[in-house]
């Protein structure tokens, strides 16, 4: 490439806020690395790209047939690329050289070998697995994922267990509910038991060590919204949003095509009639998000409306419970039979991609279980050219990984929690 070439390509990076790699091939088909006129070229040349760039990151990648090497330079140091990872219905990591042969699965785990090998279980364990929401799906989906053998969670929520939610949320007790404070009739013993009531979070990763007392665990109180939160989560390997609010569903969806994250997001609803007051639908929801066109954006499948987010923007108080009943006048109903219906096709989705159970051209469509009707539906992917989050057009957020915003709020906390970078080792 002439140096007019690369100075060309490298301004415009700069100008539209992307990367800029040089990939080429070497042939072989298990091994690669960068020759020596290849590292000094990169090193010739990269310091002056950095410059161009404002920081990168710049870097160049050599592939193989069944591995890739990378040499990444960044404001802050040179990295040498420990894996990258193909995501789809079939997700695949590719290294520069195959890895140390895997030790045999620990015996707990022998009947998950069986069905996805050690070399299966193995990657489980080294997952890092975000949670968005602990409450009936989110807290079934936080003890799978815990008995699966995944190696990191991060669970976020900032809601207390409550007697509303209490049968919905596993592993919660009345002690946690602080029943015998909330019974009572005395209004500031009340209010006390709510102050003193668990976190969800906390219950969350309780059952979680129980599971696996190996288990890395970070158990988040706060709200996804908030950016500071939301950045905990730039370098998980797969994201599961069990929370119903449109800023919610913003925020995962951002995640997902801003840092090729695969996610899933799953509901439960119940319809009714607002003239006879009956029960119409009783249906729940499992939907993949996949960071690329006909991927399952939320976006284009229109579930994130305008209208709703401006009117949860003009709320000052967050919402505290998911609500499955679209009648305001009618009490919420506990539901985790439901919750069990949406949660479980979540997870073993997760469970066939990272094993390799589902082949790469399977179409992970948006599904709806109709629980009276004991019947399923297939939404067929969208896709809009302009999408903001999922299309290849200059103004997306698709890939930009760092050199683009969240939209979230704000927070003072942006500047105390360190963010680790998943691409680099």
Known sequence: MTAQFVAKISGYCAEQNLCYLAVHCHGGT????????????HERGYPALLDITRGGPVGALVFAKNAVAGDIWTSSGRFQLHHMTIIGSHIRQLYPSPEAKVCATNPMYDRHARLFGDVGQE?????????????????????????????????????????????????????DAMTWLIKQSIPWLQKLGKQLATHKVHVARRVAKQANPSICYD??????????????????DFLFLAADSMQS???????????LIPGVQIGAKVSVNKQTKQISDIFTTTRPVLPYANGGCLHCHELIPAGRLQQEALSEKEQRTQRYVEDEDIAQPSVITLNVKSAEQAVNDFMMMFTGLYPAEFQLCHQFRFA??????????????????????????????????????????????????SFFQ
Not at 30 to 41: E, L, N, Q
Not at 249 to 259: E, K, T
């Open 123 to 175: 990657i489980f364990a080294n997952l890092k697995v975000g949670i968005i929401g602990l409450g009936g799906g989110g807290s079934l989906i936080n003890e799978w994922l815990s008995r699966l053998g995944v190696g990191h969670i991060v669970a976020i929520d900032f809601d207390r267990v409550d007697l509303t939610n209490l049968p919905r949320i596993v592993g919660a007790t009345h002690r």
């Open 372 to 421: 009276r009707e004991r019947s399923i539906i297939n939404v067929e992917p969208r896709a809009n050219n302009d999408c903001l989050d999922c299309s290849n057009i200059s103004r997306s957020r698709r890939a930009r990984g760092d050199r683009s915003r969240l939209p979230c709020r704000m927070s003072s906390l942006a500047r105390l929690i360190p963010v680790r970078a």
């Open 30 to 41: 298990d091994k690669v690395c960068f020759s020596t006129d290849d590292i000094a070229s």
């Open 219 to 236: 158990a988040v109180v706060g709200n996804i919204v908030d950016e500071a939160i939301a950045r905990l989560l730039v370098d998980a």
């Open 249 to 259: 569903r913003l925020v995962f969806n951002a995640l997902v095509h801003q840092y």
